[in-house]
Structures are given as structure tokens and as C-alpha cells.
């Protein structure tokens, strides 16, 4: 978990995700945003249901984001769902998951049972299963 939030914090040129954003990062934010709405408007055009999520991670990792830095992270992305009407589930924190050592390669990464859980999950909170 360290080496993760160590390597995002080098490759975004801050020291913690509490700092104020730079210029340059505030522009892939929004560069980003831009992406995922115009992903949307994609999907709307092909009757393809877009849905948003944040996957789950292991509390090692997900211990490591204080609720400012989840909001700088996350929060546009929420903000672009209910503009848009898009269903977004947040699954970075769920009980299910977060103390569940077994369902992760590393504290970013689930292994091939934790992805099959996780997907079966999704799918029913989605009601699709």
C-alpha cells in the first residue's frame, strides 16, 4: 500500500492528497472528466447502459485516502454520473471486501477470486443476475 500511494503521489508531482492540486493536475482532471462524459454520450448513442465504479481495494490501501483525498479522486467522477443519469458505485471501501485478504494479489489488485466475486457482486447490485 505504501509503494502504491508512494508511486501515484511521484507520478502526479505531490506530496499528499491533501495538497492543493496543481495546474497541470487539475487539467487531467478535467481531461479525464471529459473522457468519461464523452464515454457517455457514446454509450447514450448505442442504448449501451453506462455504469461508474471504483472498485474495491484491501483496507491497507483504502486506510490510506482520508475523505478529502476520496473526493478529490472520485468526486467529479460522481458529479458526471448524476448530471448524466448514470449509476455510480462506489465499492472502495465495501465490507465485503476491504478486510478481505483472500480476494487480493496486493492491497490494489484482486486476485482471480476476488474479481469473480466482485463481478458476480456487481451484477447483482445491478440487478443484471
Known sequence: A???ISGWLKEFAM???NTPLSL???DNISSALEHVQNLIVFCRERNITAVLTVPPVYKTLSDKFSSEAKELLFGG?????KENDVTFINYMTDPQFVNERTMFRDSYLMNKNGARTFTKRILTDLKLI
Do not use: S
Not at 467522477?77 to 454520473?81: L, M
Open 24 to 26: 497541470w493536475n487539475k
Open 15 to 17: 506530496e499528499d492528497f
Open 2 to 4: 505504501e509503494n502504491r
Open 77 to 81: 467522477f460522481e458529479r458526471i454520473a
